[in-house]
């Protein structure tokens, strides 16, 4: 046999096993790529064709929520879901708040396909989907804790020398059965060093949820306006209220209720009075990015004479900065038909503001 014979023949002979030896180099030298592959084993198929894959986190509001290595987290409507099959199991709360055993979510010809080991398969419209991977607290396990604590300073040094400082802080504590609110704002301003703004507010609440969305509770409110002649305005009494939405896109709420408010002045006489008062609160982040509009109002009417009543207004936009921060841009309404002498019945702030949220 040929020399050349030989040598092909020992080539041919070890090649497979360097082949072999050289795919398993590889395999040992990727192992991110390897491990990414398995990590996005959820499908969604869209009513347009289009199909998606990556990890699905959760659904709320008519939302699912997927990350994806392609274009980070996306958030997809429930109507436009033709069908949707997850790797692992999640955990299913309907809208009648049965919670499903972990089960992977399944949703088939558009509709909730419910599988479990110890019950039948059967479908349900997808209406029926209320969460997936719901919050401790949404199952009735202790409460949600969130809130904000923000500042607006400004110093101005030159012909006039000014100080300005807002502060807020509001700390939530939402069950399934009720809401702890706790709040206190102020602003104290100088100009060439006196005092020429010098107020605070501060307010404690309690709900409590009925069946659905109504909710009774009460609440104790003081303010300080040192400028306007208040010394303390304090306020005390018994509301009730409707959550009408609670998502994302649109939060609503609003309560009547009736209360004791009593006036103490700096200088004009005292007064206290029987008075119904009111609240309505709403927020929406339909401008998207994680945005926020709010609008904020209370009012306070006295029943022992119609003419005398007060309206604070809030209208805000805050956007999220780095990590937790979050800055927002507010104009603040407070109108007292009532004022004393020599002050406007209408004061208006614009600010600023930069807070923690958590």
């Known amino acids: 046999m040929a020399p050349e014979q030989v040598k092909n023949m020992a080539v041919s002979k070890y090649l497979p096993g360097v082949c072999l030896g050289f795919s398993a180099l590889l395999a040992a030298s990727f192992p991110v790529q390897a491990e990414d592959a398995q990590q996005y084993r959820d499908e969604i198929l869209l009513k347009s064709g289009s199909k998606i894959l990556g990890t699905v986190t959760g659904s709320r509001d008519g939302i699912v929520t997927i990350d994806t290595d392609f274009a980070g987290t996306l958030n997809i409507e429930l109507d436009k879901i033709a069908s949707l099959q997850t ?70 040094r030159g012909n006039t020398d000014t100080d300005e400082l807002d502060y807020r802080l509001e700390s939530i504590w939402r069950s399934k059965q009720d809401r702890y609110t706790v709040r206190y704002e102020g602003e104290k301003d100088k100009t060439n060093n006196e005092t020429n703004v010098d107020k605070w507010y501060a307010k404690g609440k309690y709900d409590y949820f009925f069946d659905g969305p109504v909710y009774g509770g009460f609440q104790l409110s003081a303010e300080h306006d040192k400028f306007t002649d208040l010394d303390l305005r304090y306020l005390v009494g018994p509301f009730i209220g409707r959550q009408f939405y609670e998502a994302p896109i649109l939060t609503l709420s609003a309560e009547v209720g009736t209360s004791y408010v009593n006036e103490d002045f700096i200088v004009a006489e005292d007064d206290d009075y029987a008075a119904a008062n ?26 022992e004479d119609t003419s005398d009543y007060i309206l604070n207004t809030t209208f805000g936009l805050a956007f999220p900065l780095l990590w937790s921060l979050e800055a927002a841009a507010e104009v ?23 807070g923690y949220t958590w």
Do not use: C
């Open 332 to 354: 603040v309404l407070d109108y007292d038909s009532g004022a004393q002498e020599d002050v406007d019945e209408l004061d208006q702030t614009y600010r600023f503001r930069v």
């Open 278 to 303: 009111w609240a309505l609160n709403a927020s929406s982040n339909y401008l998207g990015g994680d945005s926020r509009l709010y609008f904020d109002h209370r009012g306070i009417l006295s029943l």
């Open 87 to 156: 790797d692992s199991p999640v955990l299913i709360q309907l809208a009648n708040e049965t919670v499903v055993p972990e089960q992977p979510l399944r949703i088939e010809d558009e509709m909730l396909v419910i599988d479990t080991a110890t019950s039948p398969e059967e479908t349900l419209a997808l209406s029926e989907l209320l969460l997936v991977n719901p919050e401790p607290w949404e199952l009735g396990q202790g409460y949600k804790w969130s809130g904000v604590a923000s500042l607006a300073m400004s110093m101005e």
